[in-house]
T-cell receptor, first 115, second 114 residues
Framework: NAGVTQTPKFRVLKTGQSMTLLCAQD?????MYWYRQDPGMGLRLIHY???????AKGEVPDGYNVSRLKKQNFLLGLESAAPSQTSVYFC??????????????FGPGTRLTVT | AQSVTQLDSQVPVFEEAPVELRCNYS??????LFWYVQYPNQGLQLLLK??????LVKGINGFEAEFNKSQTSFHLRKPSVHISDTAEYFC????????????FGAGTRLFVKA
């Protein structure tokens, strides 16, 4: 079990460039999340998905788009990168159960710098 | 709406000393509570969680936390820290009704000195 993996680990973009971050999980989890982590601000939810083919906005969605075409993958896109999007991005996943509550499982993160 | 406040942004402590990392939350509904740890250049790992039952929760690496409903707190404690406990610690809350979203605190950086 690889758990939650993220690609790439590091990336430097110029302002206005686009890119896609890939999150993959092999645990058959229904829920998936994208967060950004900035110093002193903890983790802020960008977008999330409660199942294949569904996505929803989180706390800070502006400038990002997501897609979940397959249950195991959750893609985060930046169409026109801005310096304010310099951050560490974490993906997480969580199973659904009616009987008990599960915590989120996190990937190792992607460090993105926009110059 | 829920919120989480971690009262200390940084906590320096000497090795083998006790430590308490403070967390307060606000919510209009019943909640689940978590502490996650993030070691340098890594993702978050679950340290412990409170779902129901005993208000004293034990986690990995000798950490424990106590849920205090009247004070809406969930402070993390360890009686004797090691250098290897140096990390950032996040308190988090998830409401029992919604369930699939978690709100994280800003984090507390624990720095253990020799």
């Amino acid at each position: 079990n690889a758990g939650v993996t993220q690609t790439p680990k590091f990336r430097v973009l110029k302002t206005g460039q686009s890119m896609t971050l890939l999150c993959a999980q092999d645990m058959n989890h229904e829920y998936m999340y994208w967060y950004r982590q900035d110093p002193g601000m903890g983790l802020r939810l960008i977008h999330y998905s409660v199942g294949e083919g569904t996505t929803a906005k989180g706390e800070v969605p502006d400038g990002y788009n997501v897609s979940r075409l397959k249950k195991q993958n959750f893609l985060l896109g930046l169409e026109s990168a801005a310096p304010s999007q310099t951050s560490v991005y974490f993906c997480a996943s969580k199973p659904f159960s009616r009987d008990r509550y599960y915590e989120q499982y996190f990937g190792p993160g992607t460090r993105l710098t926009v110059t | 709406a829920q919120s989480v406040t971690q009262l200390d942004s940084q906590v320096p402590v000497f090795e083998e000393a006790p430590v308490e990392l403070r967390c307060n939350y606000s919510s209009s509904v019943s909640v689940y509570l978590f502490w996650y740890v993030q070691y340098p250049n890594q993702g978050l790992q679950l340290l412990l969680k409170y779902l129901s039952g005993s208000t004293l929760v034990k986690g990995i690496n000798g950490f424990e936390a106590e849920f205090n409903k009247s004070q809406t707190s969930f402070h993390l404690r360890k009686p004797s820290v090691h250098i290897s406990d140096t990390a950032e610690y996040f308190c988090a809350v998830s409401d029992k009704a919604g369930g699939f979203k978690t709100i994280f605190g800003a984090g507390t950086r624990l720095f253990v000195k020799a």
